[in-house]
């Protein structure tokens, strides 16, 4: 089976810190996302990628960023954690567009 | 743009009823469609998707989903619910045509709490 690893369950940092999310799969899919997932709003997508170095804005990219350097890692960027990115961050991939996508269990982050 | 509306943000039925979970979406494309489920503490995991040919399809453990084009429907079912189905569940689309700009992302509803009480 696909793996997808997210190097923390939980994460506290404070305000105004670069935080960085680590996603790790293991079964050379091209493609990578990020999502958030809050109460009541579901998941929304910030940023994908389709290729190592390659990527696209989703749509919440607002203070965020990420970097894609080899094709098994996709890394999330908080510049300034606000506290409006308190949230669930959950990383997937998949090898064929939409049609299988496996997910990492998730990193919660709060941000004090 | 796709959207996906589910219906309900949360269903409380007791063991061995019948639920329903609805879902409703909205593109200008061909479309996947999708149902995943997260368990307490857990990531997401697929229940089914429909990705063409029959319309009805189904999960190893008693849900299936109907897609309904006319109505760009895709609700979940299953006719027994066990206290173990309690989770949250989520609906999701994709387009469907390789290279298009909705290709390979998706787009969730707002999820479904489904609480089984015994």
């Known amino acids: 089976d696909v793996k997808v690893t997210q190097s923390s369950r939980y994460l506290v940092k404070r305000t105004g810190e670069k935080v960085f999310l680590e996603c790790v799969q293991d079964m050379d899919h091209e493609n990578m996302f990020w999502y958030r997932q809050d109460p009541g709003l579901g998941l929304r997508l910030i940023y994908f990628?389709?290729?190592?170095?390659?990527?696209e804005k989703g749509d919440i990219p607002e203070g965020y960023s990420v970097s894609r350097e080899k094709k098994e890692r996709f890394s999330l960027i908080l510049e300034s954690a606000s506290t409006n990115q308190t949230s669930m961050y959950l990383c997937?991939?998949?090898?064929?567009?939409?049609?299988?996508?496996?997910f990492g269990s998730g990193t919660r982050l709060t941000v004090v | 743009a796709q959207s996906v509306t589910q219906l309900d943000s949360q269903v409380p039925v007791f063991e061995e009823a019948p639920v329903e979970l609805r879902c409703n979406y909205s593109?200008?494309?061909?479309?996947?469609l999708f149902w995943y489920v997260q368990y307490p503490n857990q990531g997401l995991q697929l229940l089914l998707k429909y990705l063409s040919g029959s319309t009805l399809v189904e999960s190893i453990n008693g849900f299936e989903a109907e897609f309904n084009k006319s109505q760009t429907s895709f609700h979940l079912r299953k006719p027994s619910v066990h206290i173990s189905d309690t989770a949250e569940y989520f609906c999701?689309?994709?387009?469907?045509?390789?290279?298009?700009?909705?290709?390979?992302?998706?787009?969730f509803g707002q999820g479904t709490i489904l609480t089984v009480h015994p």
């Open positions: 990628s389709y290729d190592v170095k390659m990527k």
């Open positions: 999701a689309v994709s387009g469907a045509n390789a290279g298009g700009t909705s290709y390979g992302k998706l787009t």
């Open positions: 997937a991939s998949s090898l064929q567009g939409a049609k299988g996508y496996t």
């Open positions: 593109s200008s494309v061909s479309v996947y």
